[in-house]
């Protein structure tokens, strides 16, 4: 139940845990506080009850939500709490959809707009998440970039520590629903407003409503000179199993804009280094580690605040 509860929200374990903490506080402080405003108006057993009935539900009602946003920000959770607010607040007709919470609302945000707000990014990844790493770690504090979620396939996955390391909600995905249901885009689109999407390091296929969902904003980065060596299969090692195998002089980064197939989209980026004659797989992918490190933070940058342009020249 927890597990659903989780992934409904969207977010970590950790955090869960935090919200869940949230929500008990609120409970209890309600409660005593209803108790106390009660005896501060002199209303006892005695008291008409339609009365009490209206005290409790204005408690209920309002009060609540006040004091849930007091511990919410207290417990670092503010943005979470506010979210949830205005969807009630929506659904109560009190605030209006276009403010944000429009949760049938699957439409991106024009690039104007984005002038004015972040842009909410989000990562997916299935491994270490060296590279989700380095692209927070050059994100921190943008004024108009923010990496918002953390995409994960893998329970236990290193990408997983280092966002909560950074504060960054993860949203744990299932293979059920992300081939065969809704492909979580309401959960990208409406709760976390995510307008860009960068996959590092990420081994599933994109289902074909993300893809369109994502029309020039949503980018792979692929180790090696693609269209070589991509395609079904060829992910981490195995590309630089196949690369050396087959006796390449060179080797590099392709960073590309996702389309429904694997590994064929537009080009973006690409940077090369050598293979040595004395280069294993081990070696290679160390070196193919540095080129993404040190290049795709920089595009996802670029492309993020460029969505439609093609970065055609090959950087040195
Ligand atoms: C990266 O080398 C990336 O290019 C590769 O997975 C690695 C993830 O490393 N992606 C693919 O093979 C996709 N076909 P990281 O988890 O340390 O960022």
């Avoid at 927890?2 to 506080?25: A, D, E, Y």
């Avoid at 539900?57 to 849930?68: A, N």
């Avoid at 994502?214 to 792979?220: A, D, E, G, K, V």
Wanted: glycine share 8%; proline share 5%; aromatic share 12%.
């Amino acid at each position: 139940m927890f597990k659903r509860l989780q992934q409904k929200w969207g977010v970590s374990t950790k955090q869960f845990w935090i919200l869940f903490l949230v929500f008990g506080l609120t409970g209890t402080t309600t409660a005593v506080l209803t108790r106390y405003v009660t005896a501060w108006l002199g209303m006892d057993t005695g008291s008409y009850w339609v009365w009490k009935l209206f005290l409790r539900l204005g408690m209920l009602v309002f009060g609540y939500q006040v004091i849930l946003l007091f511990y919410g920000a207290l417990l670092g959770q503010w943005a979470f709490f506010w979210k949830y607010e205005k969807k009630l607040l929506g659904k109560l007709g009190v605030w209006s959809l276009e403010s944000g919470v429009n949760t049938t609302d699957t439409k991106l945000q024009t690039p104007n707009s984005l002038l004015q707000t972040p842009l909410n990014i989000a990562i997916f990844a299935s491994g270490a998440g060296s590279n989700a790493g380095k692209i927070i770690q050059r994100l921190a504090n943008h004024s108009r970039l923010k990496v918002a979620l953390i995409v994960c396939n893998k329970p236990g996955a290193g990408v997983i520590s280092i966002a909560d390391k950074n504060n960054i909600p993860v949203l744990q995905i299932e293979k059920e629903r992300f081939f065969r249901g809704d492909a979580y885009l309401p959960v990208l689109q409406a709760s976390y407003h995510i307008q860009f999407v960068v996959l590092a390091g990420f081994l599933w296929k994109i289902p074909e409503v993300l893809v369109r969902a994502y029309p020039n904003r949503m980018i792979n980065i692929h180790p090696a000179l693609l269209p070589k060596y991509g395609g079904k299969g060829m992910y981490g090692m195995h590309v630089h199993e196949a690369v050396i195998a087959a006796g390449e002089k060179e080797s590099g980064i392709t960073i590309h804009y996702v389309n429904e197939k694997f590994d064929e989209g537009a080009p973006i980026f690409q940077a090369r280094c050598p293979v040595e004659p004395n280069d294993t797989p081990e070696t290679l992918a160390h070196k193919i580690h540095a080129l993404e490190h040190r290049y795709f933070p920089e595009v996802v940058e670029e492309t993020a605040l460029n969505p439609n342009n093609r970065i055609k020249e090959q950087k040195k």
